[in-house]
């Protein structure tokens, strides 16, 4: 049967069918990275509910060539689109696993770099590459249709530091595309290419020029000493307001910033660093940009997935961004102003004492700056409480999930020099993990009640998404490794299955013909895989447990209920 169905994709691949656009997809796809337009990260499907959850076990297993990425897999009409390295895209049976077809870029003069998906949008799959540039593939054969390189502009120069790690987010006619840059000039820019040619239509610069709006905000610094400012993460979209949105990460030249500077108007915050942008996707133009934590000093990123919805507030229905930063407090911002509304501190990190509840500015413990020559302890890790893996929110119960680790850094004379202050940097244990043994957290916000929820301690942290579903379940792999499901209002541990590796992905469901599956991606390595594991063996060691880490390899692992067992 996996035959038959792998050669009837084949020829519907080929069929010359209309496709829906990227945002009017059906329940049973993931059709795009989060999902939604929103970034939920949630699944409409009930099949996998609490009571059949117990009889969900592995349907098929593909492995993948090694390499540095965290890709979310896409499903659309019973075909996986996988993205992996070295800039190989795969099109996959969701059934069974079987190879329908692959494309295989090779990049000039770069090595393959950290990716986190693709776009889909009517017959086409939208793929960032090592070298700077955006395919797009057709998704019935793989066949490239064009392929752009994106211009680096003055005072930017090529170079390693620049690349694509985030999904490409389609809206109309629009494929939009951030782009990192950690040391580079100028720093992070946003380009929308042309649906049908790929021609750039509009560039936004995330780090303000000299003489524009924001440009005072960088201590007097010129243009080309001015760096910072990726964007490599995801954007998502409200089709009401029109407005994309995305979140712009820090500078890592922190030392220019350390010392006010004696210019009459001149401030240090840095915009649009770790700011919440909203942009017109037409045109490209900004229409309104919240900072959460100016000048910041610790490389705590508020880089991640904006997430929409609807709250009441005083009484009234209010669309709503929302964000979790590496410190795991969520901003809630009113999402057509930017106005500030409200917070939610998880309460693992030690750097900020207060936050205006008008303006949601953040009161900075000034003991926490880097001083090599003053050591101090701060949490979370550079790393992050909450990085990569991104939060889900479910809408039946108005929480937002969150994946959280339990660790610190200690600034001082020795270590690692990751920022340009002149710091050094070494580990330190979280107080809670060393308290209770566990480094680990799933923690749910109570978004109506403006408050936490649940939480559970896990003894691995959490290295992937987190996935909440309409069959009252929340999933997340860790580094045990396995991949769990827990109560979505309870948050009671319910199932849970070992993995060959350690997760590192986004944790995805559709459903093929009335059967649902979850799959996630294992054994691929990145920044945050690896930091997080190696630390989680030395946290370990020192508990008096070894961690003997897996080595199945990289490989893309799906699960499944019996096939009797249909989505209603």
Same mark, same amino acid.
């Given at each position: 049967?996996? *035959? ?5 994709? =084949? ?14 997809? !059906? ?48 499903? $659309? ?13 795969? *099109? ?73 790690? !985030? ?24 380009? *929308? ?5 790929? $021609? ?111 709250? =009441?507030?005083?009484?009234?229905? $209010? ?70 893996? *991104? ?29 340009? !202050? ?92 009335? =059967? ?35 080595? !199945? ?16």
């Amino acid at each position: 049967m996996r *035959a038959v169905r792998s050669a009837l994709l =084949r020829a519907l691949c080929l069929a010359q069918v209309v496709l829906p656009p990227a945002f009017a997809q !059906s329940p049973a796809d993931w059709a795009q990275w989060g999902r939604t337009y929103d970034g939920a990260n949630h699944s409409p499907l009930t099949s996998i509910d609490s009571g059949t959850v117990a009889r969900l076990a592995p349907v098929w297993r593909v492995s993948i060539e090694p390499g540095l990425s965290m890709p979310t897999p896409l499903v $659309r009409d019973g075909v996986m689109y996988l993205h992996t390295s070295p800039d190989t895209l795969l *099109a996959l049976d969701a059934t069974s696993g079987a190879e329908l077809w692959r494309h295989v870029h090779k990049p000039e003069g770069a090595a393959s770099t950290m990716k986190m998906g693709v776009g889909l949008a009517k017959d086409r799959v939208f793929v960032p590459t090592s070298d700077l540039h955006v395919l797009a593939l057709d998704t019935r054969t793989g066949a490239k249709i064009w392929d752009h390189a994106i211009e680096i502009r003055p005072p930017a120069e090529p170079g390693p530091t620049l690349g694509l790690r !985030s999904a490409p987010l389609v809206v109309g006619n629009r494929v939009i595309q951030g782009v990192t840059t950690s040391f580079v000039a100028g720093g992070g820019f946003i380009v *929308a290419m042309d649906i049908e040619s790929g $021609r750039e239509i509009w560039r936004f610069n995330t780090i303000a020029r000299p003489g524009e709006p924001g440009g005072e905000s960088w201590n007097g610094l010129p243009l080309e000493k001015r760096s910072g400012g990726s964007v490599w993460h995801q954007g998502t979209y409200d089709p009401e307001l029109n407005l994309i949105y995305y979140g712009v990460a820090p500078t890592y030249d922190t030392g220019p910033l350390l010392t006010p500077s004696d210019q009459q108007g001149v401030t240090r915050d840095a915009l649009y660093t770790n700011s919440t942008i909203a942009l017109n996707p037409d045109t490209g133009k900004l229409v309104w940009s919240y900072q959460h934590m100016a000048n910041d000093q610790w490389d705590l990123d508020w880089v991640f997935e904006r997430q929409l919805t609807s709250l =009441r507030i005083n009484g009234e229905t $209010r669309r709503v961004v929302m964000t979790i930063g590496k410190m795991a407090i969520l901003d809630v911002l009113d999402a057509a102003s930017g106005a500030y509304l409200f917070s939610i501190d998880t309460g693992t990190q030690n750097i900020v004492t207060k936050i205006d509840p008008k303006t949601g500015a953040k009161t900075i413990d000034l003991e926490k700056l880097p001083d090599p020559n003053r050591p101090s302890v701060y949490c979370p890790s550079p790393s992050g409480a909450r990085s990569w893996p *991104a939060t889900s929110v479910s809408q039946k119960t108005g929480m937002v999930y969150v994946p959280i680790t339990e660790w610190c850094m200690r600034f001082g004379p020795d270590g690692y020099r990751l920022l340009s !202050s002149g710091a050094g940097l070494t580990a330190a244990d979280h107080p809670d993990a060393v308290k209770d043994g566990m480094m680990g957290r799933l923690q749910s916000l109570d978004l109506s009640g403006r408050s936490l929820g649940w939480s559970v301690d896990l003894a691995a942290p959490i290295s992937t998404s987190t996935l909440s579903t309409s069959g009252g379940l929340v999933f997340a792999g860790d580094l045990t490794p396995s991949l769990k499901a827990f109560d979505d209002m309870t948050g009671r541990a319910v199932w849970s299955a070992p993995l060959g590796d350690y997760p590192s992905s986004s944790v995805i469901s559709y459903a093929v013909d009335g =059967r649902q599956f979850v799959a996630v991606v294992v054994g691929m390595k990145n920044n945050h895989i690896n930091d997080m594991s190696r630390r989680y063996a030395e946290f370990m060691k020192r508990q008096g447990a070894a961690v003997v880490a897996p080595s !199945s390899g990289p490989a893309i692992e799906v699960f499944a209920l019996p096939t009797k067992e249909r989505t209603p």
